[in-house]
């Protein structure tokens, strides 16, 4: 059973914190999960992998080491970014497959959608 959710990841909408606090108090009452899961559709802004580094990091140590998943994982920049020979979308997802291959608490990586 995975604890998966969106905007995590990246922050989106203050959601890391609320996460962190879903985890501790769903292992409080004792709910069994087997891994967390981070939706990661991230949109035109750029893949930052100190901070990525840093959730990842952050997620794995306060759940007491539960797996964490990349579940859903596309970069679409959605037209904001003028990218006519795909050079940008390339380069955000190599950078993104790069940062979580490097984290030892990454298990695994479902991509998503491929082209934008």
Known sequence: ?????????????????????????????G???DAIGLQSHLGASRVDPEYFKYVVETLHHESGGVPIWITEFDWNQKGVVSD????????????FYRIMFSLPEIEGIVMWGFKK
């Open 31 to 33: 709910a069994p999960f």
């Open 84 to 95: 006519p020979d795909d050079s940008i979308n390339a380069k955000q997802i190599e950078d």
């Open 1 to 29: 059973l995975f604890l998966n959710d969106y905007g995590i990841l990246d922050n989106r909408y203050n959601r890391f914190n609320m996460y962190l606090d879903q985890i501790r108090d769903l292992q409080e009452r």
